[in-house]
Structures are given as C-alpha cells and as structure tokens.
C-alpha cells in the first residue's frame, strides 16, 4: 500500500515544499539541479487518451432519464413516467412515430429497470453496463470459465510483475560539479624576454587545450532501493558519497515509511554511520482542502531536535497558502545550552504554490535570524514535451540569483534537461541533466565566479527567446494541426456511429414535436417559459450547431426548466481543454444521452444557447456542455 495521495490542489504546495525539506544526509550538501524542470508531457499518451475519450461509450441512463446521479428513487419513477406519456408507442397511432417510439422507449425501459434497482444501480454506477450482463452479481459469476482463467493470468503477470519491480525499484544520481571559469576566461602569466631581447609572444592554446583546463570541484553520488515489507509499509535503504578537493565522505541511511490511514503516514529515518542523526516526519491531511507536515531532527542527543512545522491551505481552485516555522537550534533549559555552533537559527516561510493547465508557480517570503529570502518560481508547459521554468531569488545569505530552464524528453524513457543560472556573488553555472528509468546525471558548470553579462545573454537569453518563438509559431500550429487530423481519423471511424445516434435524435424530436407544441401553446397561454430557439454544437461555430428548439421545450415543466450538470448533453463528449497538451484527460460524471441531442461536432468543446420569453420579456442564456441548465432566472433577461 503506497502512501495516501493529498487532494490535487494541493499537491503543488506539498510537492514544493517537500523538495525544500532539508537532506537527511549532512554530506548530501550538492548544488541543486531544482532549476531543471523534473516532470515532462508524453504527448503521444495524451493522444491515446483523446482516442480513448472519443470512442463509442455506453448509453447513460441517468442522461436518458434527464436526472442526476443523486436522483431518489421517487424522482426516477416520475421522470419515467412523464417519459412514458411521451415514447410510449400505444401513444402513437401514426406508423412512422410509433415505430420511432418503440426504440426510444426500450431504451427509457431499460434505464428505468436499473436505476429502480437498488443492486443494479450500483453495478451500473461501479462497472457500467458491463457490469449488468450475465447473473447481475459482482464475483466470478460474472464470468465464464474462460475469462476467469484469462482474468487469473493477468493477475499474475501483474503480480509477477509488481515483485519484479519491488525488487528493482532503485533511484541513483550522479553529480560532478565542474569548475569551467579558466576555459572562458583564463589567466595567462605575462612572458618575459632576455634583457634587451624582442619580447615573446604568450602560445594561443589549442582548443583542446583550453578544455584541459577545466577542474572537477565535487563528486556525488547517492544511490537507494525501495521494497515493501508490509500491506501499509514501505523500506528505502541508501547510500552516499561525497568529494571535494580529494577529501571526502559517504553515509548510509535507513528510512521506514508507515501509512497509518488514508488521511495519515509517517515516516522515520536514521543515519547509520558518523554523522549519526535522526529523523522523523509527518504527513497529515485535515481535510480535502488543508494538510499539515512536521519534520523533527536529531543530530545529538544532548540538544532537543530541530523543527519544522507547515500548515497548509487551499486558497484558490488551483492555489495553496501553506506557512512554515523552523527552530533551528535551540535549548529546554540546560538541554541543548552550549551544544551545537549556533548557525541554525529560527525562521518562519510564507508561500503560496499553485498550478493551470499549462503552468506552475510557486513564491515564497521567509525571514530568519541568519538568513532570509524571498523566492519565485514560475513553470510554463509548451505544446509539445517541453517545460521551460524561470526562477529567481533575494537573499541575505545566497545574494541576487536567477535561472532558466527546460526539460526535453528523448525517449520513452529518458530525458535531458539543461539550466543556466546567473547571480551575484554566485555567478554563472550552467548545468545539464540527464534522466532514464530513475537513473539521473547532473552536470553543474560554473562559467565565471563572478556576473558576466554576455555568458548569461547567450546561454539564457537567445535560447528562451528562441524557444518561446518557436512554440508560438511553429510547435503550437503544428500541434494544433495534429489534433485537428486526429479528431478527423476519429470523426470517420466512428462514421457509422455517429450516423445512428443522428438517427436516433431524429425518431425523438419526431415524436418530442407534437408535445413541444402542447406546451409551448399551454406556456403561451399563461405566459410562461416558452423556448423560442436553443442550438447546441462547437463554440464561437455556426456552421456547427443543430436545432434543439423542440427537445429543450419538451422538457419544460410548470413553467420551469432544469437539466442537471456534471455530465453533457450527448452520448459522447470532449473536455474543453482537449487542445491543451495535459498529463491526463479529466473525467466528468457518466456522459448524458438527453433525448434529441446528438453530437455535431465530435472533439471539439461545446455549449448550448437558449432563448426564451418568460412573463413577455426575452431571456437568453449560454451554457458549457457538462453545466446545469435552469431557467427561468432573472439574470438571464436581456
């Protein structure tokens, strides 16, 4: 069992603040390669995703119904039988709407005969219609002997799988810090001549030569393996070593992670040898929206241990505040007096870390008895597998620093980032990463100890200008156009679907016209809710909107029209970020069959327009395609 995901809007925070935490290795002090973007976009596996979002679904009987999946069993018995008044074929006479009656009905039968079913209800809601075929009882009889063998291997090569990659599962880095600052500007010793002799010209070193230069500041490598040892428990043991100047050390660290509950896991680890330190911290979820972690350290037994406390908040739909308070070395009493050489000292953090859909930033302003900063850190995710991300901070230990960076992925399974980073007094350091199966090499480069503007112009500058260009006129058209041919592939082999559930709206408006009429005229009659036209198809698209006039008034109810949200209005929808290049495609409820609706446009986000008359004035209003519909309301006069 993996530890309990946090809510998503607040995984960025967490997610932030984790990678602030300080190493449990005192030898793990290596320049950070946090500038280089960690994550990237498959794009193809967003493509798989469209191809799977557009596929033919199942029919939604809540949809079909025109209720929510929270309806009561009584509001499912009245919206059927009003249904009943309507596509009941003994209610037809005419040979054409009774035949068009008989298919809508079995299937307004169907969804009734579900839902009514309190077993069937929550097979439906857990397997969908492919949890209704057979005996309607989940386990084995639901399948035959074959797929029951098929189901036992599959499991077992998961199985075997999972086993083979807990044994496997191990994350290394390598890191070697170069210091490259004779290379670009070098120090050459004035030449002197024999007295009264022509002076000597100083050797042009060849390039090769002027590599040779270069020095290796510090070797780092760490490596881990992760196994489970419990339902609930995860172990990571690893080691790391560390050289600077020929002299250097490594330690081995001992970690136990706990999941306690969904809401709940600690996690404790330990140095096991010299510099020997403890380390113990929780991760504690108060609700969907708020979450608080403590880090408490141990480095000796004759002073309390440091602390860390963060406390976290959902502010935003996509934004969370979070505050931090460490104390540093401090003393209960005697406990703790005189130990320690007093440089770890108090400091409380403000931040806030947030995410869209094709960015992250984060901010963060801390002051502290030594040190104190004020840091910003912004992500932006082009079209293609790509992130740039800028970075910047003020501080009173580390001085003025700023970084760009980007991540490229090369392969399934491998990746190549690349950051420049300028300050003062920290310099220029270029570095370079490269990642393959948890495998990771860093290359930290310093260019120049001291600000050189032109090694930060051309190293930093052009390329991110470079870059942006390039994905506003080349990588986002081009992308776009991808997307346009795939929704056409999809568009022609689902042909012959789209074909029948055109058909399908049809037969209902044919037999939702003679009722429409009825109610339209009663609503008339009383000055009511009378629809006076409501199209439904591609946003800002003419061209791609069909009449839904007749089905919106045949669901008019005392003056009163309402269509519950979370799901869309056809058989078969899109999220309106479809043309953004995200990790995942997010879910909406089970997609609707409202009865004459079909999809006019399929893979592109929609809306519906309404225009009514209610009580003699004129309303409109305009809805995305998985919102809830009600009317009249006063905000909808024009």
Known sequence: MTPPMPNENLLPAITFLLGCSLPMDPYEQTQSSASIPDDFVDDEEHFRELETELAPKDADYYGILNISKQATEDEIKDSYKKLCRIFHPDKHTDPEKKK?????????????????????????????????????????????????????????????????????????????????????DPYEPPVFSGFGGPPKQAKRPSPLGALSRAQVQQLFMKHSFETQVGPATHAVIAGSMVSRGGMGGGNIIGTIRHTVSPRFWVEGGANLLRPRALTFKTYFNVSSDSFINTISQARTIYAPPILTVTAGRRIFSAA??????????????????????????????????????????????????????LALDYTYRMVDSTRIRVGGSLSTVGGIMASIGSDHRLTKHSRFGMAMECGVPSGVVAKFKVTRLGQKIVIPIVLSGEFNIRLAFWGAVVPASVAVIADHFVLKPRRKQRLNDKIQ?????????????????????????????????????????????????????????????????????DSKLTIPGGHAKVSKST????????????????????????????????????????????HEVTVDDTAPVACPLRSHIV
């Not at 044994?167 to 290394?172: A, E």
Request: hydrophobic share 35%; glycine share 8%; proline share 3%.
């Open 100 to 184: 068009a009656a008989e298919a809508q009905f079995q299937s307004i039968q169907k969804a009734y005969e579900v839902l009514v079913h309190p077993t069937k209800r929550i097979l439906y809601d857990t397997y969908g219609e492919q949890g209704l075929k057979g005996t309607m009882e989940v386990g084995p009889k639901l399948k035959t002997p074959e797929e029951m063998r098929a189901e036992y291997e599959k499991q077992a090569r998961l199985k075997r799988e999972q086993d083979l990659e807990n044994l496997v599962r191990s994350k290394g880095e390598f890191q070697v810090n170069l210091d490259a600052t004779q290379v670009f």
């Open 320 to 373: 969370t505040g979070y505050l931090t308070y460490r104390t540093g070395e401090w003393n209960l009493g005697e406990w703790g007096r005189g130990v320690g050489q007093g440089m770890d000292k108090s400091s409380f953090a403000l931040g806030i870390a947030g995410q869209g859909k094709r960015k992250n930033y984060s901010a963060e302003i801390q002051t502290g008895i030594v040190a104190s900063h």
């Open 489 to 557: 592939e999809l568009r022609e082999e689902h042909a012959d679907y789209l074909a029948q559930r055109k058909t399908e709206a049809e037969q209902a408006l044919l037999i939702l016209s003679d009722i429409a009429g009825r109610k339209m005229k009663s609503e008339e009659t009383k000055h009511g809710l009378v629809i006076i036209e409501a199209r439904y198809g591609k946003k800002d698209g003419n061209n791609d909107m069909i009449d839904v006039t007749v089905a919106i008034q045949a669901l008019v109810n």
């Open 575 to 618: 999220p309106s970020h479809m043309f953004l290049p995200t990790p995942r495609i997010l879910k909406t409820f089970t997609q609707s069959n409202i009865l004459g609706f079909h999809d006019p446009c399929l893979g592109e986000a929609k809306h519906l327009v309404i225009k009514y008359r209610f009580q003699h004035r004129l």
